[in-house]
């Protein structure tokens, strides 16, 4: 919340339950009076409703729909800060906890936006925001009605697209990332979509040891963003992880 509240983000008002108190909740009042935010108190009952099945301390940021942008502003920052593109692509991500922890990686290791599909599958929610500690709110992301003609678009301005798939014929670390990439992540029960794969140009696995058949989606798109940024950290001689 404190993240929304310094980035900008629009939020309608403040909720807290009667007696809530302490630091971080003097430093939202600060922030929400700073901008002009209502600050208002609640019942436990309308409290519940507003925080739904959300774990709060007390306290939830009523806030307007995530602002999407196009795919071309996404490509436009990576231009800005003159590096090789690295989009984050979700297809049919559901579950809100793994989207939030997708974004939230994919904006610790500088990724310049995500997309996401406009239909089955979740959007960015208060559950979303809040997974992702925040990090929704520094992300530029678009929300698409096609993936697939996203990814040929993409390929028209020289990105290479890598599906994670269970099934893909080379390991996550023996392709190259270091020109532009989009990563495909898929949902947490179906992984990527036939018409999604076609398109990809390589489909890469995570090996597995264990008894278990799959990594958690928000797991296994780490591994592979990260995976990225140590090619790219060697590559230029930025200082490795």
Not at 173 to 180: Q, S
């Amino acid at each position: 919340m404190i993240e929304a509240l310094k980035s900008g983000t629009p939020v309608e008002k403040i909720v807290f339950l009667p007696g809530v108190q302490g630091k971080v909740i003097d430093e939202i009042k600060a922030l929400a009076q700073q901008r002009g935010i209502p600050v208002v108190q609640a019942t436990k009952q309308n409290f519940r409703a507003l925080a739904s099945d959300v774990t709060t301390q007390g306290v939830i940021a009523v806030v307007s729909r995530k602002q999407y942008v196009d795919l071309t502003r996404i490509l436009r920052v990576a231009k800005e800060r003159n590096e090789k593109g690295f989009i984050l692509i979700l297809d049919e991500i559901e579950d809100p906890q793994n989207l939030g922890a997708l974004i939230r990686t994919a904006e610790c290791v500088g990724v310049h936006g995500v997309v996401i599909p406009k239909h089955h599958a979740a959007s960015v929610t208060t559950a979303v925001v809040k997974s992702s500690a925040g990090a929704t709110e520094h992300m530029a992301m678009a929300e698409v009605t096609n993936i697939a003609n996203t990814i040929i678009e993409l390929k028209k301005n020289e990105f290479w697209v890598i599906g994670l798939d269970m099934s893909g014929d080379k390991l996550y670390t023996e392709v190259d990332y270091k020109n532009p990439v989009a990563i495909v992540v898929g949902s947490e029960g179906k992984g990527i979509r036939r018409l999604v794969k076609d398109h990809c140009d390589y489909l890469v696995r995570i090996p597995l040891y264990g008894t278990i058949e799959s990594l958690n989606a928000s797991v296994a798109g780490a591994l592979v963003m990260y995976e990225v940024v140590k090619q790219r950290s060697a590559y230029d001689q930025r200082t490795p992880l």
